[in-house]
T-cell receptor, first 116, second 116 residues
Framework: SAVISQKPSRDICQRGTSLTIQCQVD?????MFWYRQQPGQSLTLIAT?????????ESGFVIDKFPISRPNLTFSTLTVSNMSPEDSSIYLC?????????????FGPGTRLTVT | KNQVEQSPQSLIILEGKNCTLQ??????????LRWYKQDTGRGPVSLTI?????NTKSNGRYTATLDADTKQSSLHITASQLSDSASYIC???????????????FGAGTQVVVTP
């Protein structure tokens, strides 16, 4: 299994500012993911971050708005840039463990962001 | 349109009673289906993973069923406890080769409240 921690757990930010969210895993993993969960909605994949390569962003998400770093196999950061109230959401880090199609996917506790 | 639909959106049950949550999906070609439990303020935690060839899987008081022909799954909670109060999320993964290969498609979740 993988244990994931995130910092901060929550924050209240002013519009126009940026927040960097940290994700730490207790084991080395190749694939890390960043998700957004808006109130009452499904989790939405923002991007996939593999160590040693540029992050791959999903449709509707761009690097300028959500820059990601992946300096090693246990750590990643997601920055939410130039925030607006629409960015208020829970941001979750996730990692994949195991091979084939029946892998385990673990989630961090999330970072609850409120933009005022 | 979301490829994973869950019902009901929410339900309230008395402690000790049983309940069943439903999940319908259109994800194709199908690879596997997962049920996650998400407590308030926490990340999702895996309950079960089922592949095409499996039609039932249990994890303690949680039993998941899968009908790949009708593309339906259910999660049955037996003898509910107060700690079962959470959101239960159905997640489906597609097999390749498609643009959705390996990506998790999330339902919006069913919010379960267990009352004393």
């Amino acid at each position: 299994s993988a244990v994931i921690s995130q910092k901060p757990s929550r924050d209240i930010c002013q519009r126009g500012t940026s927040l960097t969210i940290q994700c730490q895993v207790d084991s080395q993993v190749t694939m890390m993911f960043w998700y957004r969960q808006q109130p009452g909605q499904s989790l939405t994949l923002i991007a996939t971050a593999n160590q040693g390569s540029e992050a791959t962003y999903e449709s509707g998400f761009v690097i300028d708005k959500f820059p990601i770093s992946r300096p090693n196999l246990t750590f990643s950061t997601l920055t939410v840039s130039n925030m607006s109230p629409e960015d208020s959401s829970i941001y979750l880090c996730s990692v994949r463990s195991g091979g084939g199609m029946v892998y385990e996917q673990y989630f961090g506790p999330g970072t609850r962001l409120t933009v005022t | 349109k979301n490829q994973v639909e869950q019902s009901p959106q929410s339900l309230i049950i008395l402690e000790g009673k049983n309940c069943t949550l439903q999940c319908n999906y259109t994800v194709s070609p199908f690879s596997n289906l997962r049920w996650y439990k998400q407590d308030t303020g926490r990340g999702p935690v895996s309950l079960t993973i089922m592949t095409f060839s499996e039609n039932t899987k249990s994890n303690g008081r949680y039993t998941a069923t899968l009908d790949a022909d009708t593309k339906q799954s259910s999660l049955h909670i037996t003898a509910s406890q107060l700690s079962d109060s959470a959101s239960y999320i159905c997640v489906v993964s597609a097999s390749g080769p498609t643009d959705s290969w390996g990506k998790l498609q999330f339902g919006a979740g069913t919010q379960v409240v267990v009352t004393p």
